[in-house]
């Protein structure tokens, strides 16, 4: 059970609020408007957030509620105004309209306003308030309504037809590395959200004002006739559950992470069982046989050292499973919210909490897996600090970072010895 920090406001906090993970959701939408209906200042700072994150432009609208509109409108008005602003100049699949904090407080219908709308542009909407959850919460809360609102009901099963659903922290390149591994066993595969093709950093022709690639409406909507759905994440559990209800012919799979060995053990025997097949594709064989080998060359380093995590609960159990089995010693994980999964996890302390208490266990310890904020207290107290989660500013590339299956599992065990590696040298330098 984790502890809750006992102070009674969070310094230099590691979580990131629920209308950002709102925005990345509907980022993974074809040609969809994500339309923030708050401040701002809201929008502005998420918009920028991102550009710094993936390195590339974000699309992103505003209602640009302020103090005095939010108490005289009832805030149809200026949803309604941006929504004929938006069309005005561009053409959108959908628009994505989620609340902030300052729109939630004062309590504005946004289901009624989007009903009052639906004549003229088809839009999702979804309560999404920054006082509550997080990105994790506001990007899963998402999809259950683009699940709820979009997608149509059935009865008849597409038996080619997969449909990925994963969590927040997932990045663009592991969509696409799990589409494609799924794709090996015969399925046509889609993703919701599907960040793989919008936010993986590829060269557009020009800056979109919609987003620029992702799933698509019409996709959507048809969601319900695949014979094969797989959520990854415990954030997303209940919106897979949600898309099972509108077939109850779906197959559903749920995965609490792809981290490691024996989880990706259970993926693809879950998929050969599915198939009939008795061994998955030479290709995944071949990365199974290269993450034991990597599991090996990896836990001198890894033995020896102690890891403090502080992520999103979801991506802390992916990563912590993974090198665990590498041998890792976790001194801490400190996350944003309650996740009953992590009191599985072999660790020293868990804790609720911010980045003062990361600091606190950071002295007992050798590396910090962290997003980049935590780089101030590594380099304060002479750690190794490996990067993930949101953000990631001074990094590039960081959306073609796999860290899932056999492959990306491989990969991050390296990345974590050789920097942990690197570091010591550096120690021992220093020293001499």
Request: proline content about 3%.
């Amino acid at each position: 059970m984790e502890a809750i920090s006992s102070k009674p406001l969070q310094l230099n906090p590691i979580k990131l609020s629920q209308p950002m993970g709102a925005m990345l959701c509907f980022l993974g939408i074809k040609n969809c408007m994500p339309l923030m209906h708050g401040a701002q200042g809201c929008a502005s700072f998420s918009k920028v957030f991102f550009t710094r994150h993936f390195n590339d432009p974000i699309a992103v609208q505003t209602t640009a509620v302020n103090d005095i509109t939010a108490v005289i409108d009832g805030g149809d008005y200026s949803i309604s105004e941006s929504i004929k602003n938006i069309t005005s100049k561009v053409k959108p699949d959908l628009v994505g309209l989620f609340t902030t904090g300052l729109t939630e407080t004062k309590g504005d219908d946004i289901k009624g306003a989007t009903i009052l709308l639906q004549d003229q542009q088809t839009i999702c909407h979804v309560n999404t308030p920054d006082f509550e959850g997080s990105i994790e919460s506001g990007f899963a809360k998402s999809i259950e309504a683009i699940i709820d609102q979009l997608v149509t009901a059935s009865d008849t099963i597409d038996t080619q037809k997969a449909v990925i659903i994963p969590n927040v922290n997932i990045k663009p390149i592991e969509i696409e590395k799990i589409k494609d591994t799924v794709a090996l066993f015969g399925y046509e595969v889609v993703a919701l959200p599907d960040l793989s093709d919008s936010l993986d950093g590829h060269l557009g022709l020009k800056q979109g004002a919609l987003s620029s690639g992702g799933i698509s409406v019409e996709e959507i909507k048809e969601l319900a006739t695949a014979s094969l759905v797989i959520t990854i994440g415990s954030s997303v559990k209940k919106a897979g559950q949600k898309l099972n209800e509108k077939n109850e012919k779906i197959n559903l799979f749920h995965y609490d992470s792809l981290g490691g060995l024996e989880n990706s053990d259970k993926f693809f025997k879950d998929l050969c069982t599915v198939k009939k097949v008795s061994t998955p594709h030479p290709s995944i064989v071949r990365w199974r046989k290269r993450l034991q080998d990597a599991l090996l060359d990896t836990h001198f380093a890894l033995g020896s050292s102690s890891v403090v995590l502080a992520l999103e609960p979801d991506q802390c159990i992916s990563i912590a499973n993974t090198i665990i089995e590498a041998g890792a010693n976790i001194k801490a994980i400190i996350t944003t919210h309650k996740n009953d999964l992590l009191d599985d996890i072999e660790c020293e302390n868990l804790l609720i909490g911010d980045f003062e208490d990361v600091e606190k266990y950071l002295e007992d310890s050798e590396i910090l897996i962290s997003n980049f904020h935590g780089e101030r207290y590594t380099m304060k107290h002479k750690k190794a600090l490996m990067l993930r989660g949101f953000p990631d500013y001074e990094g590039v590339g960081n959306q073609l970072k796999n860290d899932i299956l056999y492959e990306g599992s491989a990969y991050l065990l390296f990345e974590m010895a050789n920097i942990i590696n690197n570091h010591r040298h550096e120690i021992n330098h220093d020293e001499h």
